[in-house]
């Protein structure tokens, strides 16, 4: 047993050396902690209630009972954009796990078996691919109606065959190697070999693809609700609140800062972790797209 | 080279096939009648059972399909509910608007960063890798309609250097005016990807033997660089860029928006508020015909480029 877990400790040890060596990673990591703190606390930080609206104090600016000031509608910006960040947050994860989970299991279910049933597997998912996901989660979310379960769902179909490609490619490798030639010979059934034995081995490389995907999932989701697909109004969205701000643009552009400027830092940070875990797996890969 | 283009070009009609099956019953299986979608909830039984048979819906599911597709071939993508036109010739309309900015943010997005990729690549892990490797990463985080607006309230409200509406233009100074913002949006994040690609592809070439050989024989660094190892890196540039696409049109949508720039991405959106269901199906399958032929066009452009690809 310890001989076998030596050199995976050694595999986990050079993984966080390499990710230590980036301190850009740390950081990303560190704001994407604060963000999800923030959003946690929402209901206790937040200054005022994010849908109340009073209309006496619409358009104001930044002060000491409304932080960021308010919108159209009296409404507190702070507010808002704290409770916005617990829905952004709740879409991009949600989606992009079950994008993961569906993704892997076809990527690995395909890589494993081969042959024909990998091809048509593999053909569907490249059309899948090949159609812009942007388009996609538009057309889902027109038809199925702007519920928050229908936003995921479309967010989440729309990364599947992202991370089927990514879980398909090592599978491939490591179904040659001896370990696995071993549990075969051992007898154990295709399901325990693919779900016990090789997905622990190529975890890393889906979870940096997660990181990346969550950045994208939360660019998604604000996109759905600029153009007006998001989660109905009062409730408050990143997306959302840029829209309101826009509708307004020349005379009250500055709305549309604050809730563009979060989805930028959130992104970013998360396109940093993913960088920097994606260096630490695989050090080959340093800096490619 | 010819086996390799008629597997390539069956993958295309397969796609094309796949995607053209997906649309149509994406909108028959999703729950909910698409003749009610189109009316609204407030329909009575009878103008639902107009629609439906204006739709064709009342005809078997076979016959429905049959059609779908020939039309699709032949270019018939049926009648606009919205404004009564032929969905082809609103198409045609707006693809002017829409091709315009995408080749000239694919513009942009090249003369930025092809010199910024090799710029980073011959200065690995050294200042100006990270100062760009940071840079083109911020960039490719901006979603589209955040940079847009930025744009906007700088440049156009703010300075008061670009119209605010960019569908207004006069003369050819007035058209590249109002061309300017959105391309510049749209080609600053791909100028983003293009970086990376271009610095990974570089990378990658410059720790090839033949560049090494070049080095001995004395030829200078810079034409080293610039003739002999980035013509080899645009290969994979090209081909990656082309995977891009599905990105470039996403953000193309959004910027045409924020612009109030007609183009495929408004005609979309508007198809989607007024239920226009047989625009939107019709604009399903222009989407999969561009993003199909772009595919082919880099394959082929790679096989051609790269003759390693066609024993693959």
């Given at each position: 047993m310890s001989a076998t877990a030596r050199p995976r400790n050694a595999a986990i040890a050079a993984t966080i050396r390499a990710f230590n060596a980036n301190k850009t990673s740390w950081f990303?990591?560190?704001?994407?902690i604060l963000v999800v703190a923030l959003a946690i606390l929402a209901p206790w930080i937040a200054p005022n209630d994010p849908i109340e609206q009073d209309i006496f104090s619409k358009l104001q600016g930044p002060s000491s009972t409304y932080p960021l000031g308010t919108d159209y509608f009296g409404r507190c910006i702070l507010s808002r954009l704290l409770y916005g960040a617990r829905y952004s947050l709740l879409i991009g994860v949600v989606s992009t796990l079950a994008a993961m989970l569906i993704g892997s299991t076809i990527g690995i279910l395909a890589g494993w078996h081969g042959g024909r049933f990998d091809v048509i597997v593999m053909q569907a998912m490249d059309v899948m691919l090949a159609f812009p996901a942007l388009i996609l989660g538009l057309i889902i979310v027109a038809v199925l109606g702007p519920t928050l379960t229908n936003i995921i769902v479309a967010i989440a179909f729309t990364s599947i065959p992202a991370f089927a490609r990514i879980a398909r490619a090592p599978t491939i490798s490591v179904k040659e190697r001896e370990y696995v030639e071993a549990c075969r010979a051992l007898g154990f059934s295709d399901a325990r070999i693919m779900f016990l034995?090789?997905?622990?081995?190529?975890?890393?490389?889906?979870?940096?693809?997660?990181?990346?995907?969550?950045?994208?999932?939360?660019?998604?989701?604000?996109s759905l609700a600029f153009i007006g697909l998001g989660l109905k109004p009062p409730t408050p969205t990143w997306g959302g609140m840029i829209r309101e701000g826009f509708e307004n643009i020349l005379d009250s552009y500055w709305l549309a800062l604050a809730p563009g400027t979060a989805i930028l830092v959130v992104v970013f940070a998360l396109n940093l972790l993913g960088d920097g875990l994606r260096d630490a797996v695989d050090p080959k890969l340093k800096g490619e797209q | 080279m010819s086996a390799f283009i008629v597997k390539r070009l069956g993958f295309a009609v397969i796609t094309l096939w796949a995607v053209l099956t997906l649309v149509f019953?994406?909108?028959?299986?999703?729950?909910?009648?698409?003749?009610?979608?189109?009316?609204?909830?407030?329909?009575?039984?009878?103008?639902?059972?107009?629609?439906?048979?204006?739709?064709?819906?009342?005809?078997?599911l076979v016959l429905q399909y049959a059609e779908f597709l020939f039309g699709a071939l032949r270019g018939d993508w049926g009648i606009s509910l919205v404004t009564g036109r032929p969905v082809l010739v609103e198409v045609m309309d707006v693809l002017p608007w829409t091709l315009e900015l995408t080749v000239a943010s694919l513009f942009i997005g090249a003369i930025i960063g092809i010199p910024l990729g090799v710029w980073a690549a011959v200065n690995r892990n050294r200042i100006p890798d990270y100062v760009t490797r940071l840079a083109s990463l911020l960039g490719l985080s901006f979603p589209a309609f955040v940079s847009g607006i930025l744009l906007l309230i700088l440049f156009a409200i703010q300075l008061r250097w670009f119209p605010v509406i960019s569908a207004q233009a006069e003369g050819v100074g007035g058209w590249l005016r109002a061309l300017a913002l959105p391309a510049f949006n749209l080609g600053l994040i791909m100028a983003a990807y293009i970086t990376r690609v271009t610095r990974s592809a570089m990378l990658e070439?410059?720790?090839?033997?033949?560049?090494?050989?070049?080095r001995a024989k004395g030829v200078p660094w810079r034409v080293v660089v610039w003739r002999h190892a980035l013509r080899n890196a645009l290969i994979p540039v090209i081909t990656i860029v082309g995977l891009y696409l599905g990105v470039l049109i996403g953000n193309s949508v959004l910027t045409e928006i924020v612009f109030n720039r007609p183009g495929l991405g408004k005609l979309i959106v508007g198809a989607l508020n007024q239920r226009d269901y047989t625009m939107l199906q019709g604009m399903m399958v222009i989407y999969t015909l561009v993003v199909i032929v772009v595919n082919l066009l880099t394959d082929l452009a790679y096989g051609a480029a790269d003759p390693r690809v066609k024993l693959k």
């Open positions: 990303g990591l560190g704001v994407f034995h090789i997905l622990p081995n190529i975890f890393a490389e889906i979870l940096v693809m997660s990181s990346l995907w969550l950045a994208s999932a939360i660019r998604t989701e604000a | 019953f994406i909108v028959r299986v999703v729950p909910g009648d698409p003749a009610q979608v189109v009316l609204g909830d407030q329909a009575t039984a009878d103008a639902i059972a107009a629609m439906r048979v204006r739709l064709g819906l009342d005809r078997p070439v410059l720790s090839e033997d033949f560049v090494r050989t070049a």
